[in-house]
């Protein structure tokens, strides 16, 4: 069978099929029909990739700055050539529009192209040193392994996020993807991987469930560093595995991200950046706006307009040209998501618009009336719901937005921009833009959350140091004196 059925694991560079006796069903979102059924990895397919992944390492390291790059340039040729490929499974496994595919397409080209220049960033440093005839040398080298966990809902650019930066610097990886959407979130970049002529052992993908190989993924002595992006349960439960066997983590969590929308913001703009922001990929993004906080003074005008806007959406199949809003992932997601929207009007919040759901499809809705303590404001939805809250001042709008334990991305509206600056430093956040929406995502720049929205961060620079390690040698110009 051919790969590129991706019912296969791939480990040390070959295709092979999953130890396990059990299945991932590999179901499309929206048609909710089966894609594929890929046989399960175990415990034992895990430690193979483990392996692979460490025997490869040392090799890899090794090779010249130049060579990596070249290799990074036939990456970057091989996903382009494949966009339609890549953009079609995207709709198919993970529910994604054609709008928010394309989104995603561009940033992971983005991660890339960053990552391409990491081999050549690889600096150390030089310190004078107290000791007479010393200097002080820091050389940067990579970690080892990294064991990456996939994410199901930005599942080809948050897995290449991670996949990408580590190679680079000289690390290789095995890969755990999403189980509801294996393909986007690893198979395929595999796939990727070796057309681009990376060496066997590189990259690895394992494709199991949590339950079965989850736990041992994490704690596996090859593994240096645990990058995990998903929500904020299953990244406490990997810090805590993590920290067991002193291993370092990279964790991006879960969001419940505000706008602030001041009595001073251009309305029309805000209600365009609103509906993006909140509705991009149904609200199935860590970045999404949960919260659209708006002062009293602006609060029936934005209102009005934003309920036009939404229901102007157009719904349903992703993969027809200008859908806006497709289906969520699943009918787990639909049934908590209309649970919690009940819950909140049986406290006093008003449906304005949306709120039926046809098959995984949920109408983009719109609130009222809503209070930071209700379900659809306190919990992250996850999906195309807008809670909006009034407030009467800037201090009370600055008060709601840090009435969270999330602290991801956030998002300031004022034509004062100076004001919005100072508005935004007081916002307890890794991220947050002034007259923006939140969902930002650029290669060079920090990426990440406070709070229990995660830790650490990517991009750039950050993702360079995070996913190497210093050694500091001290170096003696003759020998020095000792008091005894």
Known sequence: MSPKTFTKQYINGQWKNGSSEKFVENENPYTQQTISSIPSANEDDLNEAYEAARQAQESWMSTLPGQKQQKFDRLLHVVQERKDEIIDWLVKESGSTLIKA??????????????????????????????????????????????????????????????????????????????????????????????????????????????EIGDAFVTHPVSKLISFTGSTEVGSHIGELAGKHIKDTALELGGNNAMIVLDDADIEKAVEAAAFGKFLHQGQICMSLNRIIVHESVHDTFVEQFKTKVEGLKVGDPSEKDTAVGPLINHDAVERIQHDLQASLDEGATVLTGGEADGNVLQPTVLTGVTNEMPIAKNEVFGPVAAIIKVTSEEEAIEVANGSPYGLSGSVFTRDVHRGVEVAKRVETGMIH??????????????GGEKESGLGRFGGEWALDKFTTVKWIGVMNGYREYPF
């Open 102 to 211: 394309e989104v995603e397409f561009q940033a992971a080209v983005g991660i890339i192209r960053e990552s391409a220049s990491f081999p050549t960033r690889m600096s150390g440093q030089i310190f004078p040193s107290n000791t007479p005839g010393k200097e002080n040398r820091i050389y940067r080298s990579p970690k080892g392994v990294i064991g990456v966990i996939g994410p199901w809902n930005f599942p080809f650019h948050l897995a290449m996020r991670s996949i990408a930066p580590a190679i680079a610097t000289g690390n290789t990886v095995v890969v755990k993807p999403a189980s509801d959407a294996p393909v986007t979130s690893g198979l395929l970049i595999a796939d990727l991987f070796e057309e681009a002529d990376f060496p066997k052992g590189v990259i690895n993908v394992v494709v199991g469930r949590g339950s």
């Open 434 to 447: 002034i007259n923006d929406q939140s969902v930002n995502d650029e290669a060079h720049v920090a990426f």
